[in-house]
Every structure is written in structure tokens, then in C-alpha cells.
């Protein structure tokens, strides 16, 4: 069981970060006629508005608030924010979000499946990467109520102790979990796995997301005189 642990929380995040960076790197310079979200609106456009917009926001919410909850030192925030109200402000933000992307993950997967023309157009990498996105945030959910019963952060900050030993790649990270449940230790692993898989799946779209559009200076269009 300690070389299980020492595994999966020690090397095998180095391993889906490895793959996770190299594979996009590779696919990006070698597969780009495979990069692309590969959105089948034009398919069919019942109900996808609304299940997209759910499933982004809820998905980009999450992402965001695990990278800065996690990896963000201490002593950044500890003037204003204490540990036990961070616990309470991820749980909260954590929920609503959640339940947005398994809302609107769990509308798109129906509509994959039983869409006949979206099914047509789609793969078994498809299915399955939309799958387990919403089995994680279903089993981010079901962590709630065991953080529930640590609302003075003692849980979380274990969890934070472990992200920001991985990556500043200090030795016995997998020490940072002793005692943490199994259902934190499941979420992890999906999540490292989601990480492994992202360079061979449609997800790698989320690198070309148009950010320089906020910046970029307006066009003049003239009209004809």
C-alpha cells in the first residue's frame, strides 16, 4: 500500500504532467489538423447553447479555483483570509460550480449519445474524455461533505501542502496526504488522469482559446461610398 501511495501522489503526477506538456507540444507541431474543438452545433443546436455555457462556465470556475486555491502560498492571503474562511469560500464556490458542470456535462454527454447526428460525428476519445469530466466533477462534489466535517481547513491544507510540493518538486509529497480520505485520493488521480489523457483528446482546443482578441487593436471597415 506505501508504494501504491508513493506512486500515484509522488511519480505519477510527474508523469501526467510530462505527457500532458510534451503531448501537446508534440500534437500542436505535428497533428494540426487534429486541433480543433470539433463542435458539432451546426448538428444540432436544441438545447446546446445552454448546456455549453453551463458546462464552461462551471468547468472554467473549477479549474480556477483549484489552480489559485492549491497553489497559492499561505502568506499570500493570510492578512485577510483565514484558513478556515478559505475552506468555507472553496466549499461554497466548489458547489456551485460543480453542480454547473454536472448540469451542463451531463446534458452534452446525453445529447453525444443519443444525438443521432452528433453521435455520428463522434469518436470513442470523445465519449469517453466527456464522461470523465463529469465523473469528476461528481465525485468533486461528493468530497463536500467530508470537508464538511473539517471546516477549520486542517483537510484542505494537507491537500495544499501536497499540489505546492509537486510543483516545486520537493521530495515526499505523498507524506502531505497521511490520513486524508480515499474519496480526495480518487478525485486526485482522475484529475492527474484527465491531465494524461488531454493531448489525445479534442480538449487540446483549450489552448487556442482566442485570449489575444482582448487585446488586439479594432479593425476599420469601410463601407462602400
Known amino acids: ?18 505527457v500532458f506538456l510534451a503531448g501537446s507540444w508534440l500534437r500542436y507541431d505535428y497533428g494540426q489538423y487534429s486541433w480543433r474543438a470539433g463542435s458539432s452545433q ?11 455555457n453551463l458546462f464552461h462556465i462551471g468547468i472554467i470556475g473549477i479549474l480556477l479555483g483549484h489552480f489559485f486555491g492549491l497553489l497559492t502560498p499561505h502568506w499570500v492571503y493570510q492578512s485577510f483570509l ?7 469560500l ?19 454527454l446525453w445529447r453525444r449519445l443519443y444525438n443521432p447526428r452528433v453521435r455520428a460525428t463522434s469518436t470513442a476519445a470523445d465519449i469517453l474524455i466527456m464522461a470523465l469530466l463529469l465523473l469528476q466533477a461528481c ?10 466535517q473539517h471546516l477549520d481547513g ?17 521530495g515526499g509529497a505523498a507524506e502531505h496526504l497521511e490520513g486524508v480520505a480515499s474519496i480526495y ?40 461610398h
Open 1 to 18: 500500500m506505501h508504494y501504491i501511495n508513493l506512486f500515484f501522489f509522488s511519480v505519477y503526477p510527474y508523469i501526467a504532467g510530462t
Open 42 to 52: 451546426m448538428l444540432s443546436k436544441k438545447g446546446m447553447r445552454l448546456a455549453s
Open 82 to 88: 483565514s484558513i478556515a474562511a478559505k475552506q468555507h
Open 90 to 108: 472553496a466549499m461554497a464556490a466548489g458547489g456551485v460550480f460543480g453542480v454547473l458542470t454536472v448540469i451542463g456535462g451531463g446534458m452534452l
Open 139 to 148: 465525485l468533486g462534489l461528493i468530497t463536500l461533505p467530508f470537508s464538511a
Open 154 to 170: 486542517s483537510e484542505m491544507m494537507k491537500l495544499v501542502g501536497w499540489a505546492q510540493a509537486i510543483v516545486t518538486f520537493h
Open 185 to 224: 485520493r480518487l478525485h486526485m488521480v482522475l484529475g492527474m488522469t484527465l491531465f494524461l489523457l488531454f493531448p489525445f483528446t479534442r480538449l487540446v482546443h483549450i489552448w487556442s482559446a482566442p485570449v489575444e482578441y482582448l487585446t488586439r487593436r479594432y479593425q476599420v471597415v469601410k463601407g462602400r
